[in-house]
């Protein structure tokens, strides 16, 4: 089928809730480029919304998962899974958690750290219902996760939304401070407002976060779903804060594009739920978590975190120089490689259709700002060519862009 059979068909059975889509379809991809069917070449600087941590046919994730499926693919969580046991114990040794739970996507992990908070309280017999999360976060699109997302677009809809999220914005220590009460069972933040714009919390802010849930017994939790997995210079982006959470969440980079999701915790917080308390049917299956481990091993033993590192310094360093070079470019936000560059004016859209027309893939968030979150296996060179482009596709010519 080429790509306008294929919109035809989208069109008259599938749901329309992505509205008109980019007019490409991919048939294979290879280390960070994406291939069309009659064989366009694109260098992806997306990965898939921040997925394919590894990028495309990655022969160590492609012969495990393959390996994977010939032996087993589902067994549930009736049955003991070796592969759901050794993933947890490598999340726990690389990280400030001591206890994991798997799900398939990043809401349903936040869905299930909510229900823990919520399930904490309720064993100690205390009526804590508040979590405060912040304007503009993105939590995921179940009724809680939605409650939870501070943006209005997603939520009404969906009305009555459930019970009690607090938001404050960003970065306002005050408005922290006073949202804190009696009610209150947690703080749960994402570290880099990832769908929103790429835009970094301040030290200052999640050091007052972390001290407020000290002082009131309450919980600190990090929507690492994009952050985590390398995304930002280390393995989870706490790190680069210095500020350990009570309990994270992960998805999006874990499997390395196969569904998997966690949620992380340390002891006290973990032993809050009790056999019956939770469940998930796929959450952990032997294939998902197969891929997971080829992913951590991947960073932390076999030199991809490192580069990433490297190469998310490099990325902010080149964009830097860029923008002090380009009238058009407002601010070059985010940490590692996720980073944003935000227009003066609305032209976002034109950029991204002419880096297209380049044959690279970037994201697009609202009017005036492009999301940068490639494969961590990407190199200095995808870098400096990524780069070059932007700055043709903003140059003289580029004078000609006008608002979208
Ligand atoms: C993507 C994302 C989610 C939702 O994950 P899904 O797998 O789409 O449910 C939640 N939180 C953050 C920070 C995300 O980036």
Do not use: W
Not at 159 to 185: G, M, Q, R, W, Y
Request: net charge negative; aromatic share 8%; with cysteine.
């Amino acid at each position: 089928m080429n790509l306008n059979d294929v919109i035809a068909l989208d069109k008259q059975y599938y749901m329309n809730t992505f509205g008109d889509r980019t007019p490409l379809m991919f048939e294979r991809g290879d280390g960070i480029c994406l291939y069309t069917d009659d064989g366009e070449k694109f260098t992806d600087f997306f990965a898939g919304i921040a997925v394919n941590s590894l990028g495309y046919n990655y022969p160590a994730l492609t012969k495990a998962i393959a390996e994977q499926a010939a032996k087993l693919i589902h067994t549930s969580s009736v049955y003991y899974v070796e592969n759901q046991a050794r993933l947890a114990q490598m999340l726990v040794e690389n990280s400030c958690a001591d206890k994991v739970f798997f799900a398939s996507t990043g809401a349903e992990a936040n869905e299930g750290i909510i229900k823990l908070v919520r399930k904490f309280f309720y064993n100690k017999n205390e009526c804590k219902p508040e979590i405060i999360t912040l304007t503009n976060s993105f939590h995921g699109r179940t009724l809680a996760t939605v409650a939870a997302t501070g943006q209005p677009k997603y939520q009404a809809p969906y009305a009555p939304l459930l019970e009690k999220f607090v938001h404050i914005d960003a970065n306002d220590c005050e408005a922290l401070k006073s949202a804190i009460n009696e009610n209150t069972a947690a703080i749960m933040l994402e570290l880099v407002q990832g769908e929103s714009g790429v835009r970094p919390l301040d030290k200052g802010f999640v050091a007052l976060a972390r001290k407020l849930c000290d002082d009131n017994g309450i919980f600190l939790i990090f929507d690492e779903i994009q952050t985590g997995i390398g995304r930002c210079g280390t393995l989870f982006a706490y790190e680069k804060y210095g500020i350990e959470p009570d309990g994270f969440t992960l998805a999006k980079g874990l499997g390395g594009g196969v569904p998997v999701a966690a949620i992380c915790a340390k002891a006290e917080l973990a032993a809050a739920f009790s056999p019956g308390d939770h469940g998930t049917t796929f959450g952990g299956n032997p294939l998902s978590t197969r891929a997971g481990m080829v992913v951590i091993d991947e960073l932390v033993n076999n030199g991809v975190l490192e580069s990433a590192a490297n190469m998310g310094e490099y990325l902010g360093e080149k964009l830097a120089e860029l923008a002090a070079n380009c009238d058009k470019i407002a601010e070059i936000r985010g940490l590692g490689l996720m980073r944003a560059v935000e227009f003066k004016e609305e032209i976002a859209k034109e950029v991204f259709a002419k880096l297209i027309e380049k044959r690279y893939i970037v994201g697009v968030i609202g009017t005036k700002i492009l999301r940068l979150v490639p494969p961590l296996i990407v190199t200095k060179g995808d870098i400096d060519g990524f780069i070059a482009t932007l700055e043709e596709v903003l140059q003289p010519a580029g004078k000609s862009l006008k608002p979208f």
